[in-house]
């Protein structure tokens, strides 16, 4: 069963500049999340999508950032425009929604470090 | 609202030594707690879980029981081996609703170094 795919690896931008990442969750899982990990803090969830819905965008800055998931499977993170605290991994993950056992189990891409200079 | 503390790091051991990260954490009403592991490069995995009071998580000789009196999940290794040398996570989720669990509230994370 093929993992979480998140592209890119690392991406280096200026301030005030855009980007934007792509996630691809494991094949089936209908609940998607993205995670801000700051250097020595545990992951922030930013967004969390059933479906192609959003569940919780709480913590997601708005004026900055946007989440989008077509069709209900792949999803992009857009920051614009990026700011030096920016600068983090951006963790994508999904889980199942079928199971007691399964679904609170959240499965983790490598992540895509970005550096905001 | 719901937190997870974790001891101050990093922790540095030799080879075979015994292990213990602490974990703490605050939460209404009766969540799911894990244990996750991040190497050098890689994204987090899951090491294990724990969805109920007195449940004992075990994987790869790692052990962690949810103790709802402490509220704890202590992360612990009888003896550890240079390839466990990583960042752990200790993390909580709670069910909020309908089909989907909640978002997963992280630790700080503690960073293990473990020397031949």
């Known amino acids: 069963e093929a993992g979480v795919a998140q592209s890119p690896r690392y991406k280096i931008i200026e301030k005030r500049q855009s980007v934007a990442f792509w996630c691809n969750p494991i094949?089936?899982?209908?609940?998607l999340y993205w995670y801000q990990q700051i250097l020595g803090q545990g992951p922030k969830l930013l967004i969390q999508?059933?479906?192609?819905?959003?569940?919780?965008d709480s913590q997601l800055p708005k004026d900055r950032f946007s989440a989008e998931r077509l069709k209900g499977v792949d999803s992009t993170l857009k920051i614009q425009p990026a700011k030096l605290e920016d600068s983090a991994v951006y963790l994508c993950?999904?889980?199942?929604?079928?199971?007691?056992?399964?679904?609170?189990?959240?499965?983790f891409g490598a992540g895509t470090r970005l550096s905001v200079l | 609202g719901n937190s997870v503390t974790q001891m101050e790091g990093p922790v540095t051991l030799s080879e075979e030594a015994f292990l213990t990260i602490n974990c703490t954490y605050t939460a209404t009403g009766y969540p799911s707690l894990f244990w996750y592991v991040q190497y050098p490069g890689e994204g987090l995995q899951l090491l294990l879980k724990a969805t109920k009071a007195d449940d004992k998580g075990s994987n790869k000789g790692f052990e962690a029981t949810y103790r709802k009196e402490t509220t704890s999940f202590h992360l612990e290794k009888g003896s550890v081996q240079v390839s466990d040398s990583a960042v752990y996570f200790c993390?909580?989720?709670?069910?909020?609703?309908?089909?989907?669990?909640?978002?997963?509230?992280f630790g700080q994370g503690t960073i293990l170094t473990v020397h031949p």
């Open positions: 999508f059933q479906n192609n819905g959003v569940v919780d």
């Open positions: 993950a999904s889980s199942s929604i079928r199971g007691l056992a399964a679904k609170n189990i959240q499965y």
């Open positions: 993390a909580l989720t709670w069910d909020a609703g309908g089909t989907s669990y909640g978002k997963l509230t």
């Open positions: 094949s089936g899982h209908a609940t």
